[in-house]
């Protein structure tokens, strides 16, 4: 059911209790999955604090439940007397935890905890997706009540979830944990009744069951903490499921996983806006954008993301990173400063996240075992493609370049390559010193002497970075998203790499035979690598470009800084587009966009 003809996804209406006695004789699914099942002689009365217990007619004292009359039948209920149970399949196991706490999840959540509150219900409107995974994942998008100590947990959990292992496909389901795992579907509300501490579930305005409060040694009290959100588990590969609807969220919800409407019940039982004090997203595989109260939507925001393998990054001793096996830096010293209009503290600078490695050590892309280092990637290799605008002169030296680059996600074949990026380049090509900084879509892998697999480039930055998934990337036909590198040289010849305006690391001056005298080529676009076949990827964003910024891939804000350290607007002198299958078009200065220029195309059979 939908709230709003305007918000077009499926959404489901949730509300949560624990470890759970079923009082609904209709099934949400298939009836073919289900067994009519006495309701004294369903699952939950095996426990042993429940031998004696009563089902009470009533849960709140402004709500009631009469089980003889109350809703109606059809052809997908089970008889009188009876409830629907869903058919266990014999080689699934249970898992006794899925809390932020437990390795190998991954978690996009809004959370509602209070040290000083205590929460007795939550609900939302929780949009459903279907999504493919392995028979050793699973995803989750649904609400979790929590209270107590790590070693003492008590969770109610509910939502929907796609687990082959659980249940033999790849059906979204209505799921609810007790413990620490559960996944369930479309939710209206979880409300602790103000009777013995009963949890009840109701979906779209239907009351399901509950979880008797004899179960509990601290949800028996109330909630504590409240979280809204997703949750993936890995493959034994290392591999995360996507979340949500398998993308980034973005400005637009009909593109978006997303909750509507989230509510809390408080502990004097008044229904109140969710107010979340923390987002938590707690990889660079998926993301969470908090959104404005609307009437349309309430409280709400967007989660989720393609997945992959989100625990890619070792955290290293500082000194002990790649970087320090090149023989030239057997003794450097990483620099306080390293321009004079710029300082580093690397105590103090920056703020450290969930994502942070801990102080003293750095971020480091682990290395992939088959990976090799090819050690050229310029226009003068067979194989590449080009698409870039050239700053060279033969008689001017840069100190340093940055643009603002749209990022596009692209499918390449596992042989090719495809780049947006900054070339700053000295020497001839015999002994050619190249930086290059952008972004790749790389199915190769097999592509230079990249990010940190050839010691040299040195990593300051305690967050993953070098290597790291962009959180979003540009929609067609919407708004570009963008990220800025910079590359600056500062003391001693070192060239310093910042992101969005946060300082990566540094290339070391010692490194270099004619870039420590600076850049006498800056060159700013594309490039591709075909595949053994042939065939081109597709670069920038895959289209031909053309005069509108939101249907093509870009550039803006294209500077250099000269050799007095002054950034200037570039002024490039030669646009080149080496093949049929790529095109470069430049653009007027405005201030919105600077100097700028637009390029990429299909890619194919673009000849060698």
């Not at 109350?70 to 997908?76: R, W």
């Not at 509150?117 to 392995?134: K, M, W």
């Not at 306080?336 to 103090?348: A, G, V």
């Not at 002054?566 to 919105?592: H, P, W």
Request: glycine share 8%; charged share 20%.
């Amino acid at each position: 059911r939908n709230r709003s003809k305007n918000l077009t996804m499926d959404t489901c209406q949730m509300l949560v209790i624990f470890s759970y006695v079923v009082l609904t004789h209709m099934t949400l699914g298939n009836i073919d999955e289900f067994d009519c099942v006495d309701i004294y002689k369903q699952p939950a009365f095996q426990h042993p604090l429940l031998k004696h217990y009563k089902i009470p007619e009533k849960f709140t004292s402004n709500e009631s439940f009469d089980r003889k009359n109350k809703y109606k039948t059809n052809d997908q209920s089970c008889p009188k007397g009876t409830v629907a149970i869903l058919r266990q399949r014999s080689e699934t196991e249970s898992l006794h935890l899925d809390t932020v706490d437990q390795f190998g999840h991954h978690f996009a959540a809004m959370d509602a905890f209070a040290d000083e509150s205590i929460y007795r219900g939550a609900q939302a409107d929780i949009s459903i997706h279907n999504l493919t995974l392995q028979n050793n994942q699973y995803s989750k998008s649904q609400i979790w009540l929590e209270n107590g100590p790590i070693a003492e947990l008590n969770s109610i959990q509910v939502g929907w979830a796609v687990h082959p292992r659980m249940y033999g496909d790849s059906a979204t389901r209505l799921t609810l944990y007790i413990g620490p795992e559960m996944a369930i579907r479309k939710l209206d509300a979880i409300i602790q009744n103000g009777f013995f501490g009963n949890w009840a579930l109701t979906v779209d305005d239907e009351i399901i069951g509950y979880w008797p409060g004899e179960l509990f040694t601290h949800l028996n009290k109330g909630a504590s903490r409240v979280r809204f959100g997703g949750n993936t588990f890995i493959s034994p590969d290392g591999i995360s499921p996507p979340m949500g609807n398998g993308y980034f969220p973005i400005d637009d919800y009909s593109r978006c996983s997303s909750f509507f409407h989230v509510k809390l019940t408080s502990d004097k039982y008044q229904s109140i806006e969710a107010e979340p004090t923390i987002g938590i997203a707690d990889s660079y595989c998926f993301n969470l954008i908090d959104r404005d109260y609307t009437n349309e939507t309430g409280k709400s925001f967007s989660f989720g993301g393609p997945g992959g393998s989100c625990g890619e990054f070792d955290c290293v001793d500082i000194y002990k990173q790649p970087a320090f096996q090149h023989p030239l830096l057997k003794h450097h010293k990483i620099p306080e400063k390293f321009t004079s209009n710029e300082s580093f503290d690397r105590k103090n600078k920056y703020k450290t996240n969930d994502q942070s490695c801990p102080k003293g050590t750095v971020a480091i892309l682990r290395q992939r075992s088959e990976t090799e280092s090819l050690h050229l990637d310029t226009i003068y290799q067979f194989g590449h493609h080009f698409a870039f605008m050239d700053a060279s002169s033969f008689e001017t030296i840069y100190r340093g370049a940055q643009a603002d680059i749209s990022i596009h996600n692209l499918t390449l074949q596992n042989n090719q390559y495809s780049k947006s990026q900054i070339w700053l380049e000295n020497g001839p090509i015999a002994e050619l010193n190249s930086i290059q900084v952008g972004w790749a879509g790389d199915g190769y892998k097999k592509t230079g002497c990249y990010n940190t697999e050839c010691p040299g480039f040195i990593i300051i930055t305690r967050k993953p970075s070098i290597g790291s998934i962009f959180k979003q990337s540009s929609v067609y036909g919407d708004k570009p998203v963008t990220f800025t590198p910079q590359v600056v040289q500062g003391f001693f010849g070192n060239w310093a790499l910042t992101v969005d305006d946060e300082i990566i690391g540094y290339w070391p001056g010692e490194l270099f035979t004619h870039l420590n005298k600076g850049a006498s080529r800056v060159r700013f676009g594309g490039n591709t690598f075909m595949s053994p076949d042939g065939i081109s990827p597709p670069m920038g964003n895959g289209h031909v470009p053309i005069y509108d910024y939101e249907r093509s891939s870009s550039f803006l804000h294209v500077k250099l800084t000269n050799d007095k350290y002054q950034s200037i607007e570039a002024e490039t002198q030669m646009g080149v587009a080496d093949s049929k299958c790529f095109t470069l078009i430049s653009r007027d200065y405005t201030n919105e966009t600077g100097k700028s220029f637009s390029f990429g195309g299909p890619g194919g059979r673009c000849g060698v």
